[in-house]
């Protein structure tokens, strides 16, 4: 499978230009990325400065073919829907790691590193690789972007990745949509396996306003003839998975109900509280497979793992059973439900939405013991910002409200507290930046108590940023 991507059929068209006219070389990183975020950025943009035709993919497809459509060497899963993409593709990647393959990954977006987000066997890409493929990108982008609009951000993010997985020949790509599904840039392949998580209601602007629409959008990732699996969920959604399905001629797999899923809460001295899960799809089945992350929706998305798998098993894939429970117990995710520090404890997750926090406040209930919790919550304005500062109400003993400096998006803390306040009736503080907020919550919390950062990814990644440097400052004044 390794020189799959040195068999290239296209041959490299001469080119007319004057090579004076042909974009140079970027000199470093830091040039590189400059290039990139002078672009549209629809993760950080607010909904009404996207331009029109940011979402069509025949600029995608013409800058691919600049690159001579590094996609077509390679094999693909693909990872759509609106909570839980980032686990199920962690869970795929760790347990087809175990069984030998080398496995890239295309997720977004990132807490610190922009690198993160593509990655060969967990190493991201390096600084000379993104740089000297960038300039190759870039190169393909002017050609398409003469006849097609200037490129976005993640188109070109995208391209990169296909790029250097195709020159790496990785075995297989699992590769995460950036929003929506239908005309997501990622959309331009064909994979192996199509997937959508669990659906709820997220960027309404772009992607429509009830469930229903949503899925319509999501299930835009099915294709002809390629299985297509979901989780069960609300009925309406399922209808719109199973007529999409039909319309496109690709097989459904719905995980509780044509393909069995089982899920048992359960504990015991060596896993303490956990979850276990099977399925069973025609011959292949799983059974009492241990979750590796906590809360019950993280069964869901193991199901969904353990489905892909048995769906690679019948393309020809090697996944034994007992490499599967190796790969899953190593599964990391950064950024879902970390625990950074003690006395007291710092829990980061990415939770962006009103599911997810439900979840996330479900999953600390049922896994950590603690005494009281101390939220610091800052999230994007355009998010249905009224259902999140319900569920922090539900949770947090004491809630502080900060802003995020790298998100142009973010809601302004003073409005959150007010409208806080006038949702749950229970008092709350705001902090101008992140450090602020955590020293209100270090002089606030007990050494039994739990301080939570979430409401958005961005939060998280400045927290783990700045709690990494505060731990290497301690360590480097230990030492000295």
């Known amino acids: 499978s390794s020189n799959r991507s040195r068999t290239r059929t296209s041959k490299k068209k001469p080119s007319t230009r004057k090579s004076a006219t042909r974009r140079k070389k970027f000199e470093n990183y830091h040039a590189a990325l400059k290039y990139l975020y002078e672009r549209t950025d629809v993760e950080r943009t607010r909904p009404s400065r996207v331009p029109e035709g940011t979402f069509k993919l025949d600029r995608m497809r013409a800058i691919l073919e600049g690159l001579e459509n590094p996609h077509e060497s390679l094999r693909f899963v693909h990872v759509g829907g609106t909570n839980g993409k980032g686990s199920t593709v962690a869970m795929i990647s760790t347990c087809l790691q175990e069984c030998g393959y080398a496995v890239g990954t295309y997720t977004s977006p990132h807490l610190v590193d ?24 870039a190169r393909a982008a002017d050609d398409a972007e003469k006849k097609h609009g200037q490129a976005s951000f993640f188109e070109l993010m995208t391209a990169l990745g296909f790029l250097y997985f195709a020159e790496q020949a990785v075995d297989v790509v699992i590769a995460e949509v950036g929003l929506g599904g239908r005309l997501d840039s990622t959309n331009v392949i064909t994979p192996e396996v199509s997937v959508v998580t669990s659906i709820s209601l997220d960027h309404m602007h772009f992607l429509g306003k009830t469930l229903p629409e949503i899925a319509t959008e999501k299930a835009g990732i099915f294709k002809p003839g390629v299985p297509a699996l979901v989780a069960k ?38 896993l303490g509280p956990h979850t276990r899960v099977g399925i069973a799809m025609g011959k292949i089945t799983f059974e009492h497979v241990p979750v590796p992350l906590p ?114 998006r973010a809601a302004d803390a003073e409005q959150l507290a007010h409208r806080f306040t006038e949702l749950s009736g229970k008092v709350c503080q705001t902090a101008a930046s992140l450090e602020e907020a955590l020293s209100i919550a270090g002089r606030a919390a007990g050494r039994d108590d739990l301080v939570v950062i979430t409401g958005s990814f961005y939060l998280v990644g400045e927290a783990k940023k700045l709690l990494s440097d505060r731990a290497a400052k301690l360590a480097a004044s230990a030492a000295n």
């Open 295 to 408: 809360g019950e929706h993280q069964a869901t998305n193991c199901g969904l793992a353990l489905t892909v798998l048995a769906l690679l098993r019948e393309r020809g894939f090697d996944v034994p059973e007992s490499k599967i429970i190796t790969g899953l117990e190593k599964t990391v995710i950064p950024g879902r439900m970390e625990v950074l520090g003690r006395e007291p404890r710092v829990l980061l997750d990415g939770a962006h939405n009103p599911a997810a926090l439900q979840a996330l406040v479900r999953s600390i209930g049922a896994h950590i013991p603690y005494d009281s919790m101390v939220m610091i919550v800052g999230c994007s304005a355009d998010k249905d910002v009224d259902g999140i500062l319900e569920k922090v109400a539900l949770g947090g003993d004491k809630v502080i409200f900060t802003r995020t400096k790298g998100n142009p």
């Open 114 to 137: 922009i690198r993160e987000r593509i990655q060969i066997n967990d190493h991201v890409i390096s600084y000379p690789a993104f740089t000297e493929l960038m300039t190759r990108v």
């Open 233 to 270: 969920q609300e009925t309406a959604v399922n209808e719109v998975f199973r007529a999409k399905s039909a319309e496109v001629g690709a097989p459904l797999y719905m995980l509780g109900d044509n393909v069995d899923f089982s899920n048992r809460f359960e504990a015991n001295q060596q």
